[in-house]
């Protein structure tokens, strides 16, 4: 941590803020510049982020330099982790497919998507029975029928499932039938949900908050990581900016810096990010090319009549495509698709 | 809602999405323009969100004009509300003050800030029990006894007491003890949350995310309608932007906007979007100008040993100034400041 | 100027560091922590800014601490200025208005607006003869016939111009017509027009870029000082950021930080940063209240013919109440309606 | 172009509306809703803009719907152009390797990062001998100087050169020696360039604004097509966003959006986006993978000693596998690296 005296600072303030940093225990290195003294503090960080140091007079700045997660972070984790989803591992020389519709419908549409999905080349269902609205006028989801239907398909196809919980009540319920819980990028800074999932003995799926910072997200899911769960997977999915030709901006440089910070396996939804079937399978090709961990893709099998985010699902001719990128590309970048 | 065909729709693809709309009870209204055609839909814009008709052929854009709320919506009520929080008003021709510290810490200093805030002119007390934070190492506040504390604390200074809930589970909890419950930047997509606080008998402030739309700030209000609340008090708190000299960007325009398109009163936090003390005295001067129903204000009797953002809080020579500025500047914009 | 070492730094890797800082004359303060060293240097910044230190092994992080402008910094020029443009003052004390069309378009509609400007209170008249617009097909203004307008108002009125140039190979030209120079917020990095309007005599209204930062701007104006010109009028005309209800938002905190950081006057420019007419008066008075040392705004008698940003012109009633609203606003902050 | 009607719009109000557009020879389609009123125009859309129809009384928003751009559409040419710099092809089919030093420095250095930019699969030359910087205290470049020096390397490696152009004034010197013009990013919207580059017989390389939106950086390449030249590479470079942990955020989508709403080519430049050469390989693979047309990297002989973006320059193990890349990858995609 270094902390930054103004430019009027006095000698008696630079004399205080050692004093109080010495207190805590800690060591503090003063150096006078011509304009500025700049003053190094060496010991426990979270104990000096306590002492509110930028209330002291003649205090400019606080800079901290240490990362303020742990768990997650890959200082004290070097090696990147796998996350195992009913099996089906998501990590470092893999390259993971999951697809499903957006929204669980009807047993038919979901046991249709699944059977898409896995035709070209997904290994995990993904499908909502809990879905986080913006109007309180649109579908809300099927609920725990919804839960019920992906259990079946599980059965009939054999694909673990990723499944959204919105409400810390409902993390025992939805863990009750789920492989993976996704959090989603609404809920990334709920922290009373982040701290259930941590207490769950599932993996979790933390989508990116569209506004939060890099560092943010790997905060919460240190959340989760404090309450004994590391089994978590970080999904980008796309950031909110001043661009409206896409519904958010994949953030596709994200998937490099979140590997190199956190020990955490990263995917990407091109789906959510770009909002538009169009750009679903030129974004699912930047994402593997980036080198990330899985791409995680809405389909549907008739888009036009889907009660959720139809426009960006993908249909047949697309599923085609998707087949074959997801088989031709991991290669290049020394990942397999993974195959159960 | 007005549908935009793509350059090379054909007659075919125009009919189909008219046949849709009439099949859902609405009239369609064909202009075929020299590059594109446009069809004006009449009838009910919910039931037209569920039609799906972007992912219609050839339709390259759904605009939807009519706002996506109305209880909260200025269109159906055209006189704006006045909401009272332990009998003191809040709305048009009135200037409240809020104010208190960030963090309940011991009952000294919530008493202490009580009275710094009451000798500025506040006439509700603000203090945190529950604080969400971004960091799970993070002080994370006193919970109940917290809210012990602020209701002794309105015992001896008449104050009606604003605290934040972070988690649906509380909702009953915490309304039994205040006066007006908040809910958070980071929660105000937290619709479990939302539906919780819309079904409980108190008045509510609804802070902004600080990467919500205007729009979606309303839908978030009227998630909370919906439940039968319509106490509700807006609070603009600044919003994430490329700017980093401050904590936030004030949307100051927010304010105005806000009021025309609703009629709940809108209130201006500028401690939190600035987070810097020396910007609280002019923000405050910027939100009661461009005609705020109210501010709220972090005031601590000794900032520098704050658990919780001390850099923001005023100190004692900023009273004094924050005193004189909501007695003077109020009747200016014709509103005076609210006593009990 | 801080440089923190990488996690696995080694200690021949900080002996680099300081060996390169030393060779360059400066001094090297190693402070060893439990995660990472940190170095501080002492000595010549902009030199340090040369030495490429992050291009060294183990380097994380080289942190500035000075600001890397100098003429137009307050640490070295602690009062604040007045920037007097044919005889009208901007700065401490005062509150000037600026008023007039956005384009000039033809003498009679460019003296009605002049005079509708004078009877609100404005001492200087604004007015565009060269306007840099998005669109090729669009407006571009009179050109040299606009600026001969211009100077007939004046003569007319007794009230000095402000007015746009765009290009390096007109400031000449303009600033024979012109009493202060307009930089627009698309030229706020064209360093060819900076450095043209730096060695012209006189003074530079330099509007902030919609994307700059406020430390991108004060270092825009830096470059204008550093030929010689330290007539500089800062002024804040809204930023780009997600929300679409307005043009651009307004960044009202920028007022008061670039007056704590700048010696230079730092106006409002509330017309175009709205994009809408019914925010403009609102906008004012937040101006105002947090202490701009002036506002700019755009009237036009009639907006509805207007050849550009019709939209936010003010109307007649309105001009009546931005009167009343200069007069009575401006004691309450300590500042007179500038008058000639 | 669609207006919409406020809801407390007249007829009165309506019909001026469309007295407006009949009298100005378009057509207007009135749609009567609910709660609103909506009205189709047909005609000619530019002739509308000058209407300034939201200045109307009842008027509350107006829509376009046509892309305000023409000659750089592809509505009105579908087949994706190529453009050809010195021979070298930019365009569909191919992936084209641009690369070089950020600034020329000495003829050793730019040669020697021309061999190994060509080693690596280039055929293109990139390097500024003009650079706009930030701060007026910063290296602003060699000028002509580093133009001859160009010339030269180009002479004894035969790799066509791509040098920026800062200055109108410069344009003709620039052209004199360069065989592609580069626009950069903060002067996307220095209209004077602009038209200047548009009037010169060389191709440009249109760097898209750190902060423009797509529809802006079609407009600004309109601009260019206006004054005779199609000769346009379109670059994306990083937006600007709330996220610090890069530069700037690579738009990874906006190649794929480009690419569909323009006939011009659309590279990418993963060096300055991401501002890290631990990103410039991961950004690179995601570029090709997308779409991209071609890449633009930075390469520097001994890049600690750079005196421009040293930091995010790659090395020699980096280039071996930035030749790899540049070969495996296109064919995935259906493309070919260019050769000469």
């Given at each position: 941590m270094v902390v930054v005296m103004?430019?009027?600072?006095?000698e008696a303030d630079v004399q205080a803020v050692v004093?109080?940093?010495?207190?805590?225990?800690?060591?503090?290195?003063?150096?006078?510049g011509v304009n500025r003294t700049i003053i190094g503090l060496v010991g426990d960080v979270e104990q000096f982020g306590t002492l509110n140091l930028n209330?002291?007079?003649?205090?400019?700045?606080?800079?901290?330099?240490?990362?303020?997660?742990k768990l997650v972070s890959r200082e004290n984790h070097p090696d990147r982790s796998v996350v195992r989803v009913g099996g089906v591992?998501?990590?470092?020389?893999t390259m993971t497919l999951i697809a499903g519709p957006c929204a669980v419908e009807t047993p038919e549409q979901?046991?249709?998507?699944?059977?898409m999905a896995q035709a070209a080349g997904a290994t995990l269902l993904r499908g909502g029975a809990f879905k986080p609205r913006t109007s309180p006028y649109a579908f809300q989801g099927l609920g725990e029928?919804?839960?019920?239907?992906?259990?079946?398909?599980?059965?009939?196809?054999g694909m673990p499932i990723v499944t959204e919980v919105v409400d810390a009540n409902d993390v025992e319920l939805v863990a009750s039938y789920a492989d993976m819980l996704q959090v989603g990028t609404r809920n990334?800074?709920?922290?009373?949900?982040?701290?259930?999932?941590?207490?769950i003995g599932r993996p979790v799926m933390l989508k990116r908050g569209m506004n939060a910072t890099i560092e943010e997200w790997l905060m919460a899911a240190e959340y989760i990581a404090q309450r004994g769960n590391l089994d978590i997977v970080l999904c980008e999915r796309g950031i909110r900016t001043f661009e409206k030709a896409t519904r958010n901006t994949l953030d596709i440089s994200a998937v490099s810096v979140a590997q190199r910070l956190s020990h955490l396996p990263v995917i990407v939804d091109p789906s959510h990010s770009g909002g538009r079937?169009?750009?679903?399978?030129?974004?699912?090709?930047?994402?593997?090319?980036?080198g990330a961990d899985g791409v995680i893709i809405d389909v549907h099998p008739s888009p036009e009549s889907a009660l959720c985010d139809g426009p960006q699902a993908l249909v047949d001719d697309d599923m085609r495509e998707l087949a074959a990128t997801v088989r031709a590309l991991p290669p290049i970048v020394g990942r397999t698709l993974t195959t159960v």
């Open positions: 103004s430019a009027d600072a006095e004093t109080v940093v010495e207190g805590a225990g800690g060591e503090a290195f003063v150096s006078r209330a002291l007079r003649g205090v400019s700045d606080v800079i901290r330099i240490s990362a303020p997660y591992p998501i990590g470092p020389g979901t046991l249709q998507a699944a059977r029928k919804g839960l019920r239907i992906l259990a079946d398909v599980r059965a009939e196809t990334m800074q709920n922290f009373a949900l982040l701290q259930a999932v941590g207490g079937r169009d750009l679903v399978l030129p974004l699912t090709r930047a994402a593997i090319a980036v």
